[in-house]
């Protein structure tokens, strides 16, 4: 029987889940390797179907629990180089230059962004590796500011560890209610979106407020 049947017997053969299934049924663990590499690249892809799903399959034999961390975790760190590699390609002159064209930010504003990292970029890489939407993200500012690559790879590998070990057990204690796990990080991930939308919405505010004063004093 294969991992498909055990793993989604009322579902059907499409989605994410189902090509998952397929990668590690024809592959073994390099399935999902490359799984997660291509959900770092393309994040839409949710590592909370396929790390889970990974973890039933060892749980069911199909690959071994070692196999699923090792190569899932290979997988993530391939995925978090090919970003850093854009950031570190597209550069910080093209980035400031295309900064300085956008309304209602100020140049200021990406100076201090790059002195916080400067200061805690090894920290936002390694926690970042476990915050739903900014895993894949964090790589590319690490480009940008060219944190040494024997850094990057270190505390991409560890923090991807911890953040893969975490669903890939979960999935694998879970047995057939491995699909639980995407119901809980979904709600997570959403948080977290709702918490960068407002951030947002608050640094524009802030921004119109501001612009709005300097010119009320300018003209009075």
């Given at each position: 029987m294969d991992l498909m049947t055990l793993a989604?017997?009322?579902?059907?053969?499409?989605?994410?889940?189902?090509?998952?299934?397929?990668?590690v049924d024809a592959l073994g663990g390099p399935g999902a390797g490359l799984a997660i590499a291509l959900e770092n690249l393309f994040p839409p892809l949710p590592s909370e179907v396929i790390l889970p799903l990974t973890g039933f399959a060892a749980g069911q034999g199909v690959i071994s629990l070692f196999s699923a961390l090792f190569w899932t975790t290979l997988g993530s760190v391939a995925g978090a180089v090919v970003l850093y590699w854009i950031g570190m390609l597209f550069g910080r002159e093209r980035m400031h230059a295309i900064w300085a064209r956008l309304p209602l930010v100020r140049n200021s504003d990406l100076e201090r962004t790059e002195r916080w990292f400067a200061?805690?970029?090894?920290?936002?890489?390694?926690?970042?590796?476990?915050?739903?939407?900014?895993?894949s993200?964090?790589?590319?500012?690490?480009?940008?500011?060219?944190?040494?690559?024997?850094?990057?790879?270190?505390?991409?590998?560890?923090?991807?560890?911890?953040?893969?070990?975490?669903?890939?057990?979960?999935?694998?204690?879970?047995?057939?209610?491995?699909?639980?796990?995407?119901?809980?990080?979904?709600?997570?991930?959403?948080?977290?979106?709702?918490?960068?939308?407002?951030?947002l919405l608050l640094y524009v505010v802030v921004r119109l407020?501001?612009?709005?004063?300097?010119?009320h004093r300018r003209t009075s």
């Amino acid at each position: 029987m294969d991992l498909m049947t055990l793993a989604l017997p009322q579902e059907p053969a499409d989605g994410v889940a189902g090509w998952a299934a397929d990668l590690v049924d024809a592959l073994g663990g390099p399935g999902a390797g490359l799984a997660i590499a291509l959900e770092n690249l393309f994040p839409p892809l949710p590592s909370e179907v396929i790390l889970p799903l990974t973890g039933f399959a060892a749980g069911q034999g199909v690959i071994s629990l070692f196999s699923a961390l090792f190569w899932t975790t290979l997988g993530s760190v391939a995925g978090a180089v090919v970003l850093y590699w854009i950031g570190m390609l597209f550069g910080r002159e093209r980035m400031h230059a295309i900064w300085a064209r956008l309304p209602l930010v100020r140049n200021s504003d990406l100076e201090r962004t790059e002195r916080w990292f400067a200061a805690h970029g090894t920290k936002a890489v390694f926690f970042g590796r476990m915050v739903p939407i900014f895993r894949s993200l964090i790589s590319v500012p690490a480009g940008l500011e060219r944190l040494p690559l024997p850094t990057f790879l270190l505390l991409t590998a560890l923090g991807s560890l911890v953040w893969n070990s975490a669903l890939v057990m979960a999935g694998y204690w879970l047995g057939d209610r491995w699909d639980l796990v995407e119901t809980y990080v979904g709600i997570i991930s959403k948080g977290v979106l709702v918490l960068v939308v407002a951030a947002l919405l608050l640094y524009v505010v802030v921004r119109l407020r501001s612009r709005g004063t300097a010119q009320h004093r300018r003209t009075s």
